[in-house]
Structures are given as C-alpha cells and as structure tokens.
Nanobody, 118 residues
Framework: QVQLVESGGALVQPGGSLRLSCAAS????????IGWYRRAPGKERELVAA???????NYSGSLKGRFTISRDNAKNTVYLQMNSLEPDDTAVYYC????????????WGQGTQVTISS
C-alpha cells in the first residue's frame, strides 16, 4: 500500500479558495492514476479529479472550471486547487492512487475536512 497524507483542509467562507495537498510515499510518476474523491455528509463518494498516466485529466463535470488538479513529481505530491468555493463543496476530501487501470489495490489517504460556511 502506498502511504498518502493529505493536508490543507480548512473552514473557508463561500467564494474563497483552498489548496489541498497529497504527499505520497512513492514516486507518483509510476502510478496509473492519482486524484481526489470527496464525500459530503449524507451523500455518496464522488470523483473530483484525477490525472491518468499519459497526462489525461478527468474532472467531475460540475467542478470543472472551479477546481484544478496538478502534480509535482519531484515532490511526489498532487494538489487540488479549489476556487469559488460553495457550501455544497463541504466534504471530506480523499486522495487516492491506482497502480493499475482496474483500480485493484487502490490506496487511500486518511482524508481532510473542507468546510465552506459563513
């Protein structure tokens, strides 16, 4: 299992911005996919954004334009820049990595809480 440590979660006012970080214990360049999910209270877990081997980036349709995923291979870290935050963005955000396309053996971080409230 890959060790993933998220950070950056906080309480932010609506309209604000936040950047989440996820530091991996291994070289992230070798992974098939790395990205973020979130789970809001009372809702199913949903994919937020992911970087797929080869450079393809996938976003949840409703979040594209406000959220940006990026990576720093030298730091083995993936980031999630979140702008124009809304109360519906309140959730626990989880980093994940897949070593293979099937997702078998997926590794998860412990999650970081993001709360959007005035």
């Amino acid at each position: 299992q890959v060790q993933l440590v998220e950070s950056g979660g906080a309480l932010v006012q609506p309209g604000g911005s936040l950047r989440l970080s996820c530091a991996a214990s291994e070289n992230i360049f070798k992974f098939y996919a790395i990205g973020w999910y979130r789970r809001a209270p009372g809702k199913e877990r949903e994919l937020v954004a992911a970087i797929i081997r080869g450079g393809t980036i996938n976003y949840s349709g409703s979040l594209k334009g406000r959220f940006t995923i990026s990576r720093d291979n030298a730091k083995n870290t993936v980031y999630l820049q979140m702008n124009s935050l809304e109360p519906d963005d309140t959730a626990v955000y989880y980093c994940y990595v897949d070593k293979v396309p099937s997702g078998l053996g997926r590794s998860w971080g412990q999650g970081t809480q993001v709360t959007i409230s005035s």
